[in-house]
């Protein structure tokens, strides 16, 4: 599998943006605004998807690990396709498509050419449990991170969404004691 790439601008048309890595051109298919911003001659990274079908074989790209793990999603859903999920990224921003799919916003969806309304509510339906799936596992990640600190604030009577909120802006340097102590302060000001 190609996740990454690391080269040259060589080549654009359209979505289509051929990048020189070495001695050897990819041919990397991504949204259009991202396509657009690209200068011929500009060293970037893209992180990629390779998508293999009967009669297909195409590489993905976007700018970070967020976007193709939404890309990802979206082509994991019945009735979308790479295509189309490029065309949802075209109009919209992967942390865009992630929030109208947590909110449950169909009309979103409906905006995008190819995309009907029973696509749109597929979208949401088999995503909305994959998203949420992901929302606790960065909770527990975050959890287990604070460690002590999490539990001396349940102790001390927080409720986990409370924790949940302080313990990511908490100095990742430093003893329990002062974690801690940082927790309560910034529990205090909200």
Do not use: C, W
């Not at 195409?58 to 994991?76: A, H, P, T, V």
């Not at 696509?119 to 949401?124: D, E, K, P």
């Not at 409720?159 to 329990?176: A, F, K, P, W």
């Amino acid at each position: 599998m190609i996740s990454s790439l690391t080269g040259t601008v060589n080549y654009k048309e359209g979505q289509a943006v051929e990048l020189l890595v070495g001695n050897i051109s990819f041919s990397v298919l991504m949204p259009l605004p991202l396509a657009a911003r690209l200068e011929l001659g500009e060293k970037v990274t893209f992180f990629t998807n390779l998508v293999v079908g009967e009669k297909l074989l195409e590489l993905y790209g976007f700018e970070n690990r967020s976007d193709i793990g939404i890309f990802k999603m979206l082509i994991s859903v019945a009735g979308v396709g790479p295509k189309t999920a490029l065309m949802i990224f075209n109009q919209k921003s992967g942390e865009e498509i992630r929030r109208a799919i947590d909110e449950a916003d169909v009309d979103f969806f409906l905006g995008v050419k190819g995309i009907g309304k029973k696509t749109a509510q597929r979208l949401i339906v088999d995503l909305r449990s994959v998203l949420d799936r992901i929302k606790l596992q960065e909770k527990k990640k975050v959890r287990k991170e604070a460690g002590i600190v999490y539990e001396a604030l349940l102790q001390l009577g927080f409720s986990q969404q409370e924790i949940d909120l302080v313990v990511s802006h908490l100095s990742r340097t430093g003893s329990d004691e002062e974690k801690i102590s940082q927790a309560l302060k910034l529990l205090s000001e909200k």
